[in-house]
């Protein structure tokens, strides 16, 4: 456990000091954030039809790796769509909400694992799936409102 969490710090380590910043200097992250939420969509989807614990473990890396990209890009996109008379009530709301899904999701996570110790992938797929068919319809907005 220890190795995966040391591997997991280095690999976001990297992928900050590289991607996250080419993304948000080098890309419209109002594009690119969906292509990190649908690989992360991906991973999960691995993981509910993996028989092989390693498979797991490389998806559960590679998920937080990205994770670790994801998160500073979503805030990013949070403080650009602020104004400056919201912006500081954006941010705690972004703040609350991160927080308030960090502890209800594990509970409720953890209340499900025991009906079946899949219902937590499946309940984050099903997540990170919404959120990625939300996120194709802000994209399509956003390109259509950037063209006027």
Do not use: H
């Not at 990013?76 to 009530?89: D, I, Y």
């Amino acid at each position: 456990n220890g190795s995966i969490k040391a591997i997991l710090a280095i690999s976001s380590l990297v992928i900050n000091a590289s991607l996250t910043l080419w993304m948000q200097k080098k890309t419209d992250t109002n594009i690119t954030f969906l292509p990190l939420m649908a690989v992360q969509t991906i991973f999960l989807a691995i993981v509910l039809f993996a028989d092989s614990l390693a498979v797991v473990i490389v998806c559960y890396i590679l998920f937080f790796t990205l994770n670790a990209a994801r998160m500073p890009t979503l805030q990013n996109l949070v403080a650009m769509r602020s104004t400056p008379e919201n912006s500081n009530t954006m941010m705690g709301f972004y703040q609350s909400m991160q927080s308030l899904g960090g502890i209800f999701g594990s509970l409720f996570a953890g209340l499900i694992y025991d009906a079946n110790p899949m219902y937590p992938f499946i309940l984050a797929f099903a997540g990170f799936g919404t959120a990625v068919f939300i996120g194709i319809i802000y994209v399509v907005k956003y390109k259509a409102e950037k063209a006027k």
